[in-house]
Nanobody, 115 residues
Framework: QVQLVESGGALVQPGGSLRLSCAAS????????MAWYRQAPGNVRELVAR???????DYADSAKGRFTISRDNAKNTAYLQMNNLKPEDTAVYSC?????????WGQGTQVTVSS
């Protein structure tokens, strides 16, 4: 059974940093494209960042220059380093693993940016 478990979400002040982790089990992520999505209340889910199996990365405009996606295939884990957080970054962040027609999701972790 494939599981993606996110962790690292928290309440943080504007300007702060967080690192989210996505630990996978039941599948080796090395062949998968890994991504982070987020969904704020009343909004549609949006792509934040993706790292392809070969290492190339893509970012939403809102994440460029502040967020960094990475992966450690040996630990079967993907990460999202988020710096200079803003209130508009508040959302549930979910991890996604994609390979051809296989598409797996985690349950999400809450990130709240507020003073």
């Amino acid at each position: 059974q494939v599981q993606l478990v996110e962790s690292g979400g928290a309440l943080v002040q504007p300007g702060g940093s967080l690192r989210l982790s996505c630990a996978a089990s039941g599948v080796a992520i090395s062949s998968f494209d890994m991504a982070w999505y987020r969904q704020a209340p009343g909004n549609v889910r949006e792509l934040v960042a993706r790292i392809y199996s070969g290492g190339r990365t893509d970012y939403a405009d809102s994440a460029k220059g502040r967020f960094t996606i990475s992966r450690d295939n040996a630990k079967n884990t993907a990460y999202l380093q988020m710096n200079n957080l803003k209130p508009e970054d508040t959302a549930v962040y979910s991890c996604n693993a994609r390979l051809s027609v296989a598409n797996f999701w985690g349950q999400g972790t809450q990130v709240t940016v507020s003073s």
